[in-house]
């Protein structure tokens, strides 16, 4: 069983134009991230994409229907692959929280420490092991074919530094966050999976 997955960041959305922390489920696309979306459904053009997965946010699940659009096909939202919830914390627009939510993500990514959590969120377990299963999922579904996974920058890094092993690369990921839709590829057989490259840098 195998499958390649084109995965990629969200289109750009109002709460990171607002520097909005959190899971945010209900933030839209900016017209700007419209247009992203449009441009990586062009550039999904000929990868024989049979399917689009999405976390149930919704700009994740906009960029999908466009990206899906573009291609022809229909989409399916997994509320697996949302981004990290942050208890109370959820929604603020302080700074503070920002910083913790990215030192919680540097110490998931780079070392491994998955118990840490901002304020009374999830934790590494939770989030890595939701997006494991949703991707297991999706494999067990399209052995030997081509989906788009649309998710967001936290829960699909922490998920992919589990399952690829990025976490060893140490700043070379971390100093090079996924920009909004641009997809770069992962291969696996929802056991093992391998991602040859991450997008602004290269893993080789």
Do not use: K
Not at 49 to 72: D, F, N, Q
């Amino acid at each position: 069983m195998s499958v390649r997955l084109w995965c990629l960041r969200h289109a750009e959305s109002e709460n990171v134009v607002t520097r909005t922390s959190g899971a945010v489920p209900h933030a839209e696309l900016t017209p700007r991230g419209r247009d992203q979306a449009a441009e990586a459904g062009r550039r999904l053009r000929g990868a024989g994409i049979t399917h689009v997965y999405a976390s149930s946010a919704v700009r994740a699940a906009t960029t999908a229907e466009i990206v899906a659009g573009t291609l022809g096909l229909t989409t399916t939202l997994l509320p697996e692959l949302a981004e990290v919830g942050l208890g109370r914390a959820e929604g603020s627009q302080d700074a503070g929280v920002r910083a913790r939510t990215a030192e919680v993500l540097r110490a998931w990514v780079v070392d491994g420490a998955l118990d840490e959590a901002v304020a009374d969120g999830e934790d590494g377990h939770a989030v890595t092991g939701r997006v494991a299963a949703a991707l297991a999922g999706i494999a067990a579904r399209h052995d030997g074919g081509v989906v788009a996974v649309v998710g967001h920058v936290a829960s699909l890094t922490a998920g992919l530094a589990v399952l690829c092993g990025l976490g060893g690369l140490g700043g070379r990921v971390w100093g090079a966050p996924l920009p909004h839709a641009e997809p770069f590829a992962v291969e696996g057989d929802g056991t093992a999976w391998h991602c040859g490259s991450w997008p602004a840098e290269c893993l080789m």
